[in-house]
T-cell receptor
Framework: AQKVTQAQTEISVVEKEDVTLDCVYETRDTTYYLFWYKQPPSGELVFLIRRNSFDEQNEISGRYSWNFQKSTSSFNFTITASQVVDSAVYFCALSDPYGGSQGNLIFGKGTKLSVKP | EAGVVQSPRYKIIEKKQPVAFWCNPISGHNTLYWYRQNLGQGPELLIRYENEEAVDDSQLPKDRFSAERLKGVDSTLKIQPAELGDSAVYLC???????????????FGEGSRLTVL
């Protein structure tokens, strides 16, 4: 069965601090996708990144970076120099593009990030 | 480009009453999803449509929930009768899937928050 674990329920940092959100996943599939979504107080889930299982290169986008390690089944997300606008709930998700439930995103429980000025 | 539109944003009803949620996906997106998000949890898939066909409704409680996607565009999710445990945010998402495979980005609406008293 597929599963996503985000062990950190809540994290609080002061502006300009770096913060890493952890994500550990379980799947028996060899082909899969991993995602991060941001959910601000408005409620809409905002797509941040998608990674396929064959691409372990780390990615950087501005202040955001992602570390994908298949050996530890982890897909961690780091925000550098955090800002108050980064305050939101962040979800890690997993999908199997070819299986019986293709397109179904399996979400973790989310990590609530609070960035204080 | 308009995003995924959902209505109503908020609904308060008494138990045993019926309720319906409407979703208009992004133009051109052939795949539509309904997710339910309980407080403090990640979203969970209820049903997925490919055009007008429900291809995954295994998580939909069929005794009280129903959904339709007429003409493969807009969709309606209905609960009748509602129970206290149905209080949640109901999220609609859409994507464009190709060749029977998915793994692409899901675009989410802002959700419909249901409170059952």
């Amino acid at each position: 069965a597929q599963k996503v674990t985000q062990a950190q329920t809540e994290i609080s940092v002061v502006e300009k601090e770096d913060v890493t959100l952890d994500c550990v996943y379980e799947t028996r599939d060899t082909t899969y996708y991993l995602f991060w979504y941001k959910q601000p107080p408005s409620g809409e889930l905002v797509f941040l990144i998608r990674r396929n299982s064959f691409d372990e290169q780390n990615e950087i986008s501005g202040r955001y970076s992602w570390n994908f390690q298949k050996s530890t089944s982890s897909f961690n997300f780091t925000i550098t120099a955090s800002q108050v606008v980064d305050s939101a709930v962040y979800f890690c998700a997993l999908s199997d593009p070819y299986g019986g439930s293709q397109g179904n995103l399996i979400f973790g429980k989310g990590t609530k990030l609070s960035v204080k000025p | 480009e308009a995003g995924v539109v959902q209505s109503p944003r908020y609904k308060i009803i008494e138990k045993k009453q019926p309720v319906a949620f409407w979703c208009n996906p992004i133009s051109g997106h052939n795949t539509l999803y309904w997710y339910r998000q309980n407080l403090g949890q990640g979203p969970e898939l209820l049903i997925r449509y490919e055009n007008e066909e429900a291809v995954d409704d295994s998580q939909l409680p069929k005794d009280r929930f129903s959904a339709e996607r007429l003409k493969g565009v807009d969709s309606t999710l209905k609960i009748q009768p509602a129970e206290l445990g149905d209080s949640a945010v109901y999220l609609c998402a859409s994507s464009f899937s190709r060749d029977g495979a998915d793994g692409g980005e899901l675009f989410f609406g802002e959700g419909s928050r249901l409170t059952v008293l």
